[in-house]
């Protein structure tokens, strides 16, 4: 079921976000599987007005326009021809996003600069086709106001989840009394009332039921003087939100009366019915009839269909006929609505493989209370949109009236079985605000009439779980079970825990554990960002120290102060980590989110003091390196490094993101020197940062194992000029990309920059070692291959070979 957030305003005055209100149905048992926020992302395109549209100099189908956005004029180059000076249109700025990932962007269009595009309907996503650029009415729309927001289709579109029995929800309005009884509001109903004239409806048309066990109600209304037209753009836009494609103004009011009280309707053109008359029964054993969608139908004795004094003319609660649709020159319209059985139309529905958001409805029951009041709505719409007379009364077929169920309640039995402690006026006042109606009996039992639209309700038992659903389930006291099953095997996640921090330590690194509080300023001295949600840290209610008083959102922090406090002891050579949880606020929700991340630091000698070891400090290919080795161990495949938008904590020019596919599963770099200096480091320190859940979702468990060559290898330098500009990545994969299978390693084992060397340049050299699994290579082969790496090299990158 779709419905917008909007739509629901309109019946119950309720006081929430979009977000909250998802919380509540979902609580309330209608789950929101999803939530489409329309107009968001749009905001950059505007309400604009052209003030001056001449002919391109160099272009004979482009116009040059100059466009007032209401903060500025703006030339822009335009295509289309639909439009004229002085018109209101939609302007798409600079930065704009459009369906289809398109980005607008300042551009030179045959010579003239372009700053924004003038949109139209389809290329906003309004339309499936549109001739040409849209153009806005004038009156009332200011301009620069963003287009979503001056057209009112900002809005946020449910989509929830039913259950079969809740038939009920199949509405907008059932959605309503759901909030409206949860929240303790009332509903505005939509407004049924009609204005009658002319003839009898008696005398005008008939209906006769026949199968009256499979259609118990069965109601029409005539009206005469019909035009079809184009609906208004209220109602196209009110069933665009929710999915649904206009067709006509009467056939999209069937739609939205359905949509609104979940009441299937059809309209039949009446001067297309033999004899102006409507007869109910089953199908003839192999009786042909096309429904709308041009298909042919061989109907069977178990088919409920609609006939007029001759053939079938609909489908009964699946789809209407061919030969009683409405068209354009229809002006008499025969509305029906009606109640048919459950299994009937849903054994038709599934024999001919046609659902519809009719039988939908039809096959998990409809209202039959219901049935007088949705024609009577459509039948006002249709008035009041196609214009007409409405014949005086309804027919209305109703041989056996249905009586409301009553069913025996003892408000004590709801708390024993619930495991609540509520009041009797309580259980009774949910009852009350869920409609139905309360007859009080001897010995504390009492009679509940549910409304006629909960056909779910029958039994005691359904009446508790309504108690137990509007009073929350999530009030109902947790208690521990009696026993429970616990296994000893590790999970995957638990698995890969062990493994990264044994693989880390195998690398010569040590485990640190920090306390999970911290300073309230960790997030200034690591220069996060004022929007960074990373400083919105969970304030403890009782800390020790200011110093401890928030929960960790990063583990960078204590990481850098226990390298400072080692340094101050005169540890400098350190290799440290930690591996733990950090705790980040959740929207909406009393527990925060707890990913664990994995941080390292590097600083100091690479291998220690010592006569024979060459005293050389760690880099950042140090700490590059463990990660890139942790990741291979753990089967994370085609990580990539990108130097671009890196955390403001690392040195810029010394560091990178790494990604996994679309996924940023961490980061490494020198710490930036202000850093640094804000927590008491002298030296150079080198850090990493992983998400361990981004490493899960991306790590392979399986290994794979390659037997090594029989035959011998053969090796082959290549030494190039190239750019600084030019990453070391990009020559590799060039290499690679020869796709020669004889090329088993490619290594850079030189870079050298200085005397002979042009400025803004750098000398590398790439060794190359090619084998086969099947002979011997010759040089001839080698030397093949070789040459079209060289080449390669020299026309996708522009090397310069040594």
């Keep these: 079921m779709k419905v917008t957030y909007n739509w629901l305003k309109e019946y119950v005055d309720f006081d929430l976000s979009?977000?909250?209100l998802a919380d509540l149905l979902t609580m309330l048992g209608l789950e929101v599987e999803a939530m489409d926020r329309l107009g968001e992302g749009f905001d950059d395109v505007v309400v604009a007005l052209v003030e001056e549209k001449r002919q391109h100099p160099n272009a004979d189908k482009l116009s040059l326009c100059r466009v007032n956005n209401g903060s500025e004029v703006l030339d822009v180059v335009c295509g289309a021809q639909n439009f004229k000076q002085g018109d209101m249109v939609a302007l798409a700025q600079i930065?704009?996003?459009?369906?289809?990932?398109?980005?607008?962007?300042?551009?030179?269009?045959?010579?003239?600069?372009?700053?924004?595009?003038?949109?139209?309907?389809?290329?906003?996503?309004?339309?499936?086709?549109?001739?040409?650029?849209?153009?806005?009415?004038?009156?009332?729309?200011?301009?620069?106001?963003?287009?979503?927001s001056a057209l009112g289709l900002k809005d946020t579109l449910f989509e929830i989840g039913l259950t079969p029995n809740r038939a009920d929800c199949l509405s907008a309005v059932g959605i309503a009394r759901e909030i409206a009884a949860k929240l303790g509001l009332q509903v505005r109903y939509p407004d049924s009332a009609v204005v009658e004239g002319g003839e009898p409806v008696e005398s005008v048309i008939g209906v006769v039921v026949e199968a009256a066990d499979l259609c118990p109600r069965y109601a029409a209304r005539f009206i005469s003087g019909c035009k079809i037209l184009p609906s208004p753009d209220w109602l196209v836009k009110r069933l665009n939100a929710i999915g649904i494609r206009s067709i006509n103004n009467v056939v999209d009011i069937t739609n939205l009366v359905m949509m609104e009280l979940g009441q299937p309707l059809h309209a039949f053109d009446c001067d297309r019915l033999s004899g102006k008359r409507i007869v109910v029964r089953r199908a003839g054993e192999g009786e042909p009839f096309i429904t709308l969608d041009g298909q042919q139908r061989a109907l069977v004795s178990d088919d409920l269909v609609i006939c007029d004094a001759?053939?079938?003319?609909?489908?009964?609660?699946?789809?209407?006929?061919?030969?009683?649709?409405?068209?354009?020159?229809?002006?008499?319209?025969?509305?029906?609505?009606?109640?048919?059985?459950?299994?009937?139309?849903?054994k038709t529905s599934k024999r001919l493989g046609l659902h519809t958001e009719s039988s939908h409805r039809f096959e998990r029951g409809i209202d039959i209370g219901g049935v007088a009041r949705a024609l009577d709505r459509a039948a006002a719409l249709i008035v009041e949109l196609a214009g007409g007379t409405m014949a005086r009364g309804a027919l209305d077929v109703y041989p056996g009236k249905c009586e409301p169920v009553s069913i025996p309640f003892r408000p004590e039995r709801a708390n024993s079985l619930i495991g609540v402690d509520l009041a009797r006026e309580e259980i009774l006042d949910i009852l009350t605000r869920l409609e139905?109606?309360?007859?009080?009996?001897?010995?504390?039992?009492?009679?509940?009439?549910?409304?006629?639209?909960?056909?779910?309700?029958?039994?005691?038992?359904?009446?508790?779980?309504?108690?137990?659903?509007?009073?929350?389930?999530?009030?109902?006291?947790?208690?521990?079970?009696?026993?429970?099953?616990?296994?000893?095997?590790?999970?995957?996640?638990?698995?890969?825990?062990?493994?990264?921090?044994?693989?880390?330590?195998?690398?010569?690194?040590?485990?640190?554990?920090?306390?999970?509080?911290?300073?309230?300023g960790s997030a200034g001295k690591l220069m996060l960002c004022e929007d960074d949600p990373r400083r919105n840290a969970i304030r403890l209610s009782n800390p020790l120290v200011?110093?401890?008083?928030?929960?960790?959102?990063?583990?960078?922090?204590?990481?850098?102060?226990?390298?400072?406090?080692?340094?101050?002891?005169?540890?400098?050579?350190?290799?440290?980590?930690?591996?733990?949880?950090?705790?980040?606020?959740?929207?909406?929700?009393?527990?925060?989110?707890?990913?664990?991340?994995?941080?390292?630091?590097?600083?100091?000698?690479?291998?220690?003091?010592?006569?024979?070891?060459?005293?050389?400090?760690?880099?950042?290919?140090?700490?590059?390196?463990?990660?890139e080795a942790?990741?291979?161990?753990?089967?994370?495949?085609?990580?990539?490094?990108?130097?671009?938008?890196?955390?403001?904590?690392?040195?810029?020019?010394?560091?990178?993101?790494?990604?996994?596919?679309?996924?940023?599963?961490?980061?490494?770099?020198?710490?930036?020197?202000?850093?640094?200096?804000?927590?008491?480091?002298?030296?150079?320190?080198?850090?990493?940062?992983?998400?361990?859940?981004?490493?899960?979702?991306?790590?392979?468990?399986?290994?794979s194992i390659t037997a090594p060559s029989r035959f011998p290898d053969s090796t082959r330098d290549i030494a190039m000029l190239v750019p600084d500009s030019l990453q070391s990545d990009k020559v590799v994969e060039c290499i690679k990309g020869v796709k020669a299978k004889e090329i088993e390693q490619i290594q850079i084992f030189d870079v050298y920059r200085g005397k002979g060397i042009p400025d803004g340049h750098a000398s590398i050299a790439i060794r190359i070692r090619y084998r086969s699994y099947e002979r011997t290579l010759t040089d001839d082969e080698i030397n093949s291959i070789h040459k079209k790496i060289t080449d390669s090299l020299i026309n996708k990158l522009q090397v310069t070979l040594r």
Excluded at 114 to 135: F, P, Q, V, Y
Excluded at 473 to 479: C, G, L, W
Excluded at 490 to 496: E, I, T
Aim: charged share 25%; with cysteine; proline share 6%.
């Design 18 to 20: 979009p977000d909250q």
């Design 95 to 148: 930065g704009a996003v459009l369906p289809g990932d398109f980005k607008i962007k300042k551009s030179k269009i045959r010579g003239e600069e372009s700053c924004g595009m003038l949109c139209s309907e389809k290329e906003l996503g309004l339309a499936d086709e549109s001739a040409g650029i849209m153009i806005l009415p004038g009156s009332g729309m200011v301009l620069g106001t963003p287009l979503f």
């Design 310 to 346: 001759e053939r079938p003319v609909a489908l009964a609660g699946v789809m209407g006929g061919l030969n009683s649709e409405i068209e354009n020159t229809t002006t008499c319209i025969l509305l029906e609505s009606a109640c048919f059985k459950p299994a009937a139309v849903r």
């Design 436 to 520: 139905c109606r309360i007859i009080e009996g001897a010995a504390g039992i009492v009679q509940v009439e549910p409304p006629s639209y909960r056909i779910d309700i029958e039994r005691e038992i359904d009446l508790i779980e309504e108690v137990a659903r509007l009073n929350g389930f999530d009030r109902i006291p947790a208690s521990m079970p009696i026993a429970r099953i616990t296994s000893d095997r590790p999970s995957r996640h638990q698995q890969l825990e062990k493994r990264v921090r044994n693989i880390l330590v195998d690398h010569g690194m040590n485990e640190i554990i920090n306390f999970s509080f911290t300073d309230p």
């Design 546 to 627: 200011d110093e401890q008083s928030v929960m960790r959102t990063t583990l960078l922090p204590g990481l850098l102060e226990t390298v400072a406090r080692n340094i101050n002891f005169r540890s400098l050579d350190l290799s440290l980590f930690e591996m733990r949880r950090v705790y980040m606020p959740s929207a909406g929700d009393d527990m925060p989110t707890e990913p664990i991340f994995i941080v390292g630091a590097m600083t100091g000698s690479r291998d220690g003091d010592g006569w024979s070891r060459p005293n050389e400090s760690v880099d950042f290919y140090d700490a590059k390196g463990v990660v």
């Design 630 to 703: 942790l990741l291979e161990l753990i089967g994370v495949k085609g990580a990539s490094w990108l130097s671009d938008s890196v955390e403001p904590y690392y040195h810029p020019g010394k560091s990178c993101r790494i990604m996994a596919g679309r996924d940023q599963i961490g980061s490494v770099g020198e710490i930036h020197p202000t850093v640094q200096e804000n927590f008491g480091i002298e030296k150079q320190v080198f850090c990493f940062e992983l998400d361990f859940e981004k490493l899960l979702k991306n790590s392979k468990t399986g290994t």
